[in-house]
Antibody
Framework: QITLKESGPTLVKPTQTLTLTCTFS??????????VAWIRQPPGKALEWLAL???????RYSPSLKSRLTITKDTSKNQVVLTMTNVDPVDTATYYC????????????WGQGTMVTVSS | DIRMTQSPSTLSASVGDRVSITCRAS??????LAWYQQKPGKAPKLLIY???SLESGVPSRFSGSGSGTEFTLTISSLQPDDFATYYC????????FGQGTKVEIK
């Protein structure tokens, strides 16, 4: 059974760096075809894809946020980490980590999400 | 960026109704489209992938169709558990979502 769980701060001040960790089980990020993505959802709004990392360390970023995002993986710990620099109140959202199978796959299994508020 | 536009934004329906949600892509995405269901306070759940393939465990009253730029999610007989928000999602070029369609009780 595949599960993913997000962790990180619930409150961050503007201009700070946000670091979120996805800890997963039931699969390995060293297995061919596997990937993990980060997706966010501001309160009452739609979903927005942020970043994705594949088993082969191929990394993709949202063009509009690319300069602020870094995604990394630690295969031995079954973790994926997303950092977002220079946060702003508009970054207030629920952040989800999501499993994807294949470079032409849909987001099939989602974590429960973690709410992050950006406020001074 | 490929933009995804869903219609309607809100849909009022009754239990037993047949309902359809449309999703249009700003350029062709072949069949690289998925549909998700989201309930308040919960993560989205994958219903349909590759435009018309039903995810394992999803009831057969859900179906998807379309290709290119126009897609449809149909619920053949709406059940109480189906009142939720639905999102389309393209994964042909990067990954983008529609703005969502809320299915509410009439």
């Amino acid at each position: 059974q595949i599960t993913l769980k997000e962790s990180g701060p619930t409150l961050v001040k503007p201009t700070q760096t946000l670091t979120l960790t996805c800890t997963f089980s039931g699969f390995s990020l060293s297995t061919s075809g596997v990937g993990v993505a980060w997706i966010r959802q501001p309160p009452g709004k739609a979903l927005e894809w942020l970043a994705l990392i594949y088993w082969d360390d191929d990394k993709r970023y949202s063009p509009s946020l690319k300069s602020r995002l870094t995604i990394t993986k630690d295969t031995s710990k079954n973790q994926v980490v997303l950092t977002m620099t220079n946060v702003d109140p508009v970054d207030t959202a629920t952040y989800y980590c999501v499993h994807i199978l294949g470079k032409s796959g849909a987001f099939d299994i989602w974590g429960q999400g973690t709410m992050v508020t950006v406020s001074s | 960026d490929i933009r995804m536009t869903q219609s309607p934004s809100t849909l009022s329906a009754s239990v037993g109704d047949r309902v359809s949600i449309t999703c249009r892509a700003s350029q062709s995405i072949s069949s690289w489209l998925a549909w998700y269901q989201q309930k308040p306070g919960k993560a989205p759940k994958l219903l349909i992938y590759k435009a018309s393939s039903l995810e394992s465990g999803v009831p057969s009253r859900f179906s998807g169709s379309g290709s290119g730029t126009e897609f449809t999610l149909t619920i053949s007989s709406l059940q109480p558990d189906d009142f939720a928000t639905y999102y389309c999602h393209q994964y042909n070029s990067y990954w983008t979502f529609g703005q969502g369609t809320k299915v509410e009780i009439k």
